[in-house]
């Protein structure tokens, strides 16, 4: 019998006199102790579904149909029994953990409040059961962490705390709308493992939302796949992965098995010539950080060397903390090294030394970032056409029509069409986001760009969308790329050469396919085993 049923349920939100269907029709169900994913690319419905039948979304939507807990349809529960559900019934692990997370308030009392709310409890006993609750999800030394600030968290540290507010109370149905998303495979896989160890131990019912059906294969039971609002296909997870029904879920079929089947991967076409000469060199860089309360510094690169030839994409990967951003920032000149260098074309330009970094124009137009968050690196104030015309203006002395020219030109170079221009960032997907934060990087013709988690945040498709554009782009302009990931499948996909890092030490480096397939250090292999998928074959 089922313990939460969705039937018919639609979804229309009304803004400024428009009325927009965002669910139409969405029925599903999930049974005690069975896990159920909804998978879907970025804007299906999976998210807005699963608020609306909780009774999450705001007065403008419109939801229509029936969401069931056990006999109570929590539709059309009063306000106060549906806030007594919702948290000792149903507990909710959200995609962003710093953003649902109160800076300002401990781990600890935050998790607390999730226990306060629905019980009456003395103080002594609540600090032991958070501590207890924050050992069982894997958090080391609960008794000191708990007094943390999440700040003080890594993001898998974060997404474990918001796993521990989730089961404070035992609740028979956990809800986890995109739990792993943006986290490094080795922490990925580890959050997994405990949903999944957590739903053995108390015989949980969980509903996992993704956009990677590599991530569910690993854990669920069934699966709903949805696209533009409706549920197209629903089976069981061994029916999807060998039979799958819909076209659209073949889709998302092949690019999860891009991304665990390595072994498939051939080198990407219109590499870069192995004689290319070399772009980027740095060389012995060492980075440290003085923080308050500590008197030894932290330590967050140790004697990282790494070349970028012309023309070539190479990926730097590694676990989250292991100082690949801290590398990314070095080589974009936004940070100064504590020792080494960095050269353009055999030119230092990045050094140990005092106050901000100060480049040359030629130098500081010859290297662009796109950062991971192209909404927090977006202007929401501007629109896309003042976004790209930037470069321009500052940096060229074009009249406004030649500018107005380049950005059109530019847009359709990145595949967008040209009503975004008139756009603000809020107005466009993640997708579209993310192509005007590399049109803006690109604008100028970069030497290299580096791209720093730039598909962390995109559904599959979208991601598959990005990567061909970053390889036409390098076919194109010449351009180089640095890479960031915690993907390994889309570094397989994309680079030639890959550098591994752990804890600020590169352990391993060379072509992608020799690295992948013949891993020589235990830590490549240990994040090569972690592909979600991998093992389970999807």
């Given at each position: 019998m089922a313990l939460f049923s969705v039937e018919d349920l639609s979804v229309t939100f009304r803004r400024r006199g428009r009325v927009t269907a965002a669910v139409r029709g969405v029925s599903f169900a999930v049974e005690p102790g069975r896990t159920l994913a909804i998978v879907g690319e970025s804007g299906s419905g999976k998210s807005v579904s699963l608020l609306a039948a909780t009774g999450l979304l705001p007065e403008t939507a419109e939801v229509r149909g029936s969401a069931r807990f056990r006999e109570a349809d929590l539709l059309r529960l009063p306000r106060a029994r549906l806030r007594a559900v919702r948290g000792r019934h149903i507990g909710f692990v959200f995609q962003d953990p710093l953003s649902n997370l109160h800076p300002l308030k401990t781990i600890g009392a935050q998790i607390g409040e999730a226990i306060t709310a629905h019980e009456r409890i003395g103080r002594a006993a609540l600090r032991r059961r958070v501590i207890d609750l924050l050992a069982e999800v894997g958090i080391d030394d609960p008794e000191r962490r708990i007094d943390d600030h999440p700040h003080r968290f890594s993001g898998g540290m974060r997404q474990r705390a918001m796993i521990a507010m989730a089961i404070a109370l035992r609740p028979e149905l956990i809800i986890a709308d995109e739990p792993t998303?943006?986290?490094?495979?080795?922490?990925?896989?580890?959050?997994?493992?405990?949903?999944?160890?957590?739903?053995?131990?108390?015989?949980?019912?969980?509903?996992?939302?993704?956009?990677?059906?590599?991530?569910?294969?690993?854990?669920?039971?069934?699966?709903?796949?949805?696209?533009?609002?409706?549920?197209?296909?629903?089976?069981?997870?061994?029916?999807?992965?060998?039979?799958?029904?819909?076209?659209?879920?073949?889709?998302?079929?092949?690019?999860?098995?891009?991304?665990?089947?390595?072994?498939?991967?051939?080198?990407?076409?219109?590499?870069?010539?192995?004689?290319?000469?070399?772009?980027?060199?740095?060389?012995?860089?060492?980075?440290?950080?003085?923080?308050?309360?500590?008197?030894?510094?932290?330590?967050?690169?140790?004697?990282?060397?790494?070349?970028?030839?012309?023309?070539?994409?190479?990926?730097?990967?590694?676990?989250?903390?292991?100082?690949?951003?801290?590398?990314?920032?070095?080589?974009?000149?936004?940070?100064?090294?504590?020792?080494?260098?960095?050269?353009?074309?055999?030119?230092?330009?990045?050094?140990?030394?005092?106050?901000?970094?100060?480049?040359?124009?030629?130098?500081?137009?010859?290297?662009?970032?796109?950062?991971?968050?192209?909404?927090?690196?977006?202007?929401?104030?501007?629109?896309?056409?003042?976004?790209?015309?930037?470069?321009?203006?500052?940096?060229?002395?074009?009249?406004?029509?030649?500018?107005?020219?380049?950005?059109?030109?530019?847009?359709?170079?990145?595949?967008?069409?040209?009503?975004?221009?008139?756009?603000?960032?809020?107005q466009l997907s993640g997708g579209q986001r993310q192509r005007v934060a590399i049109a803006r990087a690109v604008a100028l013709r970069p030497a290299l760009v580096v791209a720093d988690e730039p598909l962390s945040a995109l559904d599959i498709t979208t991601q598959a969308q990005i990567v061909a554009l970053i390889r036409r782009l390098r076919a194109e302009l010449g351009t180089s790329f640095l890479f960031i990931s915690h993907d390994l499948g889309v570094v397989a996909e994309l680079c030639e050469r890959v550098v591994v890092l752990r804890r600020g030490r590169v352990v391993e480096a060379g072509p992608v396919r020799r690295v992948f397939h013949d891993p020589q250090h235990p830590y490549t292999r240990e994040l090569l085993d972690s592909i979600p998928g991998r093992v389970a074959r999807v």
């Open positions: 998303t943006a986290l490094d495979v080795t922490v990925q896989a580890a959050i997994l493992r405990l949903l999944r160890r957590l739903q053995e131990r108390y015989g949980t019912a969980l509903i996992l939302v993704s956009h990677d059906l590599a991530v569910v294969s690993e854990i669920a039971d069934d699966v709903a796949v949805m696209r533009g609002g409706e549920i197209v296909e629903i089976a069981p997870i061994a029916e999807i992965t060998t039979a799958p029904g819909h076209p659209y879920t073949r889709e998302l079929l092949g690019a999860a098995r891009r991304g665990a089947a390595l072994a498939d991967v051939a080198e990407p076409p219109a590499a870069a010539p192995r004689e290319a000469r070399p772009l980027l060199a740095a060389t012995g860089l060492h980075m440290a950080y003085r923080r308050r309360g500590r008197k030894d510094p932290v330590t967050a690169l140790t004697g990282v060397s790494l070349e970028v030839r012309e023309g070539e994409i190479v990926g730097l990967v590694g676990e989250s903390g292991s100082g690949k951003s801290t590398l990314g920032r070095i080589v974009a000149g936004l940070l100064r090294p504590t020792a080494g260098t960095v050269a353009l074309r055999d030119e230092v330009y990045n050094a140990p030394g005092r106050g901000p970094l100060r480049l040359r124009r030629d130098l500081r137009t010859a290297i662009q970032v796109v950062f991971q968050d192209p909404y927090g690196s977006l202007n929401p104030r501007r629109t896309v056409a003042a976004t790209l015309a930037e470069p321009y203006v500052v940096n060229t002395g074009l009249t406004a029509a030649e500018i107005r020219d380049r950005v059109e030109a530019l847009v359709r170079r990145v595949e967008l069409p040209p009503a975004v221009l008139h756009r603000f960032p809020a």
